[in-house]
């Protein structure tokens, strides 16, 4: 049995004998109005770790063992007003080794996704390590402050969803609450799944089955604007020995492929880049700054500046930030360096080419946004982007908020 692609583009099968393991990944998306976040947080100290085939630690490393050592993850994370479980599958080419074939995988697979176990006990020790995770990443002042920062600059939208810090509602959870999520999770998520390797399609058309692909429900994308408030400039102190800065620009949400990739360029040159505009002269040359960079989220259509820093540098710091972005817009930098920034996201882009996860990233969110561009496609955008184009996405950047964590033996 040969397997294409069903008509609305929900999942994706590319046979390859390039890779000696076969990878297959899927997301499942639920609007966060319908479900409650807390459980999807537990998601991944469950699915892969308990099933009721193997109901403890002991059972699921055996059973792995006997599989070869597959890897069984999952991670939660937040589009705008969608939660999104992604769970990626990878495990040795059967023909390698012997007394395993595909379909004690796809077995493997549909026990834990379709019967994972949980019990009080197992609930109270997830709860602990999670909050010890959260702890684990809070204790990093660049993950504190920008959790913060999106707290503040975020009141009243999406943004403030992606908060970090849930344990109080995680240690609310209980096992019965957690299997209505799921049991909800399994009926109604949008699920979009691509697969690359050698893999047999009969076996696998068990699991699509399962699935149910075709009769999943497709939830409406929330594109209206955040509008978000302009915060100006918030100074927190924590007992840290240096200092924070982030700046969050907001822009319009963005749709079409050619602009995304204008502002990808824009950005790169801005502080993207290993040698951007910030870096070269933040950094290098006024020496303000240990580091700086930018980073572009399209899903919330923001932009942010991070630099770790010595508090009596901010004020300049700061400063050059915005002088730097007016550089951009009015000089002959973009000009002068486009070509530059184009090669480095091409030479990205075809280098992304030789990892499984890469593409299966590629073509999950090709589904997810119903677009269907390929690699080639991708290409001929980034040349058809012009200096122009680059400084009118410049331009749109409207700053929000200036965050700064003050280190407290930062003197």
Partial sequence: MHIEGSKQEKFKLIHSSKFKHTYLSFD???????????????????LGQYANKYPSKEKMRAKKDELYAPSLSCKTSLRRDLIVISIDYKFLNPKYVSGVSFKDHISFLIDCLFEPYLDD???KEIILNYQASVKR???KPEVYAFDRMLE???QDTYLAYRKLDRSKEVASLSVESFFIFYKKLLERAECYLAMIGEFDDDAFATFLKRLNLDKRTHYARDRNAYDL?????????????????????????VDDFLKRVTYMLADGLFGALPSSLLFDDIREKRGLCYSIYSNLNFNDAGLYVFSALSYKD?????KAVKSDLEYLISSTYVREHLDVAKEYYRNLLLSSNDYASSILAFNLKNMFLKRDISYDEYIACIDKVD???????????QLKIIYVLKGSRDE
């Fill in 28 to 46: 499942l998306y639920l609007p966060y109005s319908l479900i409650d976040l807390s459980n999807a947080l537990i998601m991944p100290y469950i």
């Fill in 121 to 123: 006990n197992i609930l």
């Fill in 137 to 139: 990443q809070l204790d």
């Fill in 152 to 154: 503040l600059v975020g």
């Fill in 229 to 253: 408030k302009d915060r100006g400039e918030v100074i927190e102190e924590r007992e840290l020995s240096q200092s924070t800065l982030l700046m969050y620009y907001e822009f319009p949400l």
């Fill in 314 to 318: 901010k004020d300049e710091a700061i």
């Fill in 387 to 397: 200096a122009e184009m680059v400084v009118q996405a410049l331009n749109e950047l």
